[in-house]
């Protein structure tokens, strides 16, 4: 399995807002992936998605780009899809 890296998101459209915050966002969701240096239960990563009223909906450690699919594929978000 591979670990989730910055190429993986951007390639997925997400964009860089801060330093290891990464956003995408369309009329439905917004989703923020965190990274943190120091992993909490062996993942440094965290997906936080918000519908598009800012409610949030999830809030999940990952690590592996498996596992950050899986998560889109549990809340049925397509990435690729347009508005």
């Known amino acids: ?3 989730i890296t910055k190429e993986f998101l ?3 459209g997400f964009k860089e807002e801060y330093e290891n915050i990464f956003t ?3 009329k ?3 989703i923020d992936v965190m990274y943190y240096e120091v992993p909490y239960h062996n993942r440094h990563w965290k997906i936080i ?3 598009s009223k800012r ?3 999830g809030n999940i450690l990952v690590q592996t780009k498996e596992q950050f699919n899986k998560v889109m594929e549990i809340c049925d978000i397509d990435l690729n899809a347009k508005d």
């Open 28 to 30: 439905e969701y917004t």
């Open 10 to 12: 951007i390639k997925n």
């Open 1 to 3: 399995m591979e670990d």
């Open 55 to 57: 409610y949030m909906i």
């Open 24 to 26: 995408y966002s369309n």
């Open 49 to 51: 998605i918000f519908s």
